[in-house]
């Protein structure tokens, strides 16, 4: 099965800036060299299968109005293996290498455990034909743990001690296949894991819960010889009033908390970092900065809107912050930039998933060739060190290698007299930004 979901869509190309083709690529140029490595290298682009394959297109004040003609809308194992070929062709006429699943969304859930098993190692039978006709590669696996109604108290932080063991079973199985698939990752995002009201909450008690649940998770990963990373990925809200892995901070605490640092690292979706009052630069940076930038859900929300909208990312100032943190750490090794983004209610048409994926590849590559510049430039890099070189030598080092203590530092303030500052300089800053983009 092959070429029959999108007939009237050739293979996407990239045309230059010049083009007016909206099915071309203005700015991605997948074999490009910036910096030393390929474009593709530096993006690594996955594709959300719920979103491209499943989301009905919904609100919460209308059913869905996707038209997916490839879909017969069935929960039949044959309509979920036929939408694996759909998606395969989506995803390569895009040129995008990776996909990102939940055992739900890519085979059903059935009346027994068993069954739900059975039809999901159907489905990893076709998409494993697909990965090896394709080469396209799973980015991560994760299980979802939030719509079926057993988890409406959430899955490790239930309060109910069967609906944990399920939940174990059901990530379990997701390994699994995660790891039949040759997953580079596995995801953990909290779906209900929080609480709608500490009324009827030991939170101390969930938060332990959750604790003993990674770890067994961990210990099943060694098991099976799974070396990919875990990753955490931080929600403040929706669909629970508060989430207990609310942004990047508080993950890394619970993590550490927990013992469980070296085995996770992030994956940060940009609209969850603004839902909890976040740029995604400031959360890029805390993940950065604690050695655990993992993997990337690329897309962008609406100021105006304030839910998850899981918009395409278009904002070039948005790509370009992004860019910087992912080449200051060295780029991804097994992350890569996941579009967990859906196209608006009213972008119904199958060509509508090309447009979108489509713009925010291009988006990103201009933000990858816009940080690239502001990094060979070196002024920026340049002023920031600058600020801080007064840990350089003298005291500063002193404090920075340890080796003084109040007593120390109030003699050399006595001494010193007023301490004095630099300007912060953020308009020039502001300013040398904008000249690259
Ligand atoms: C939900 C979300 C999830 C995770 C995977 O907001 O982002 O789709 O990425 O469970
Ligand atoms: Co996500």
């Not at 108290?153 to 995660?178: E, H, L, N, R």
């Not at 210990?219 to 669909?239: A, H, L, S, V, W």
């Not at 805390?286 to 918009?311: H, M, P, R, Y």
Request: hydrophobic content about 35%; aromatic content about 12%.
């Amino acid at each position: 099965m092959s070429d029959e979901f999108f007939p009237e869509i050739p293979k996407i190309q990239y045309e230059g800036p010049g083009s007016k083709n909206p099915l071309s690529f203005k700015h991605y140029n997948a074999e490009e060299i910036v910096g030393g490595k390929s474009m593709k290298d530096h993006f690594r682009f996955g594709s959300a299968y719920w979103h491209t394959m499943r989301n009905g297109l919904a609100d919460p004040f209308g059913g869905p109005t996707a038209e997916r003609p490839w879909d017969d809308g069935s929960d039949s194992v044959e309509n979920a293996q036929k939408r694996v070929w759909a998606m395969f062709e989506f995803m390569q006429k895009c040129g995008i290498e990776y996909y990102c699943f939940h055992d739900r969304d890519v085979a059903p859930e059935c009346a027994t455990l068993e069954e739900s098993n059975a039809a999901l190692d159907a489905v990893a039978d076709e998409l494993e034909k697909a990965q090896q006709k394709t080469g396209i590669k799973l980015l991560w696996g994760t299980a979802c743990l939030f719509a079926h109604k057993r988890y409406n108290q959430g899955a490790a932080t239930s309060p109910y001690a069967d609906v944990f063991a399920y939940a174990a079973a059901q990530v379990k199985k997701a390994m699994d296949v995660t790891h039949r698939l040759g997953g580079e990752g596995y995801t953990f995002w909290g779906g209900r894991e929080g609480y709608s009201t500490l009324l009827n909450t030991d939170l101390g008690r969930e938060l332990n819960h959750l604790g003993r649940f990674l770890h067994m998770a961990v210990d099943y990963k060694k098991k099976i010889g799974f070396t990919g990373p875990f990753y955490i990925e931080p929600k403040p809200r929706e669909p629970s009033t508060h989430q207990y892995d609310s942004d990047a901070a508080a993950c890394l605490n619970f993590l550490r908390e927990h013992g469980l640092m070296e085995h996770f690292k992030l994956n940060l979706e940009t609209n969850h970092a603004t839902l909890a009052g976040h740029s995604m630069w400031h959360e890029m940076e805390v993940a950065a900065a604690a050695g655990a930038l993992g993997s990337v859900d690329a897309n962008t929300g609406d100021e105006l809107i304030g839910w998850d909208t899981d918009q395409f990312p278009t904002d070039i100032y948005l790509t370009t912050q992004m860019m910087l943190v992912i080449l200051k750490t060295g780029g991804f090794t097994t992350g890569g930039l996941n579009f967990d983004a859906k196209v608006r209610r009213e972008s119904f048409e199958p060509v509508d998933l090309f447009h979108a994926h489509i713009g925010g590849m291009d988006a990103f590559a201009r933000g990858l060739k816009i940080a690239h510049a502001i990094l060979e430039d070196g002024r920026w890099e340049a002023f920031r060190k600058e600020r801080y070189s007064s840990f350089d030598s003298g005291i500063g080092a002193q404090i920075e290698a340890g080796t003084v203590g109040f007593e120390e530092l109030e003699a050399y303030s006595l001494e010193n007299g007023q301490a004095n500052t630099g300007s912060g300089r953020q308009e020039m800053l502001e300013n040398l930004i904008n000249e690259f983009i």
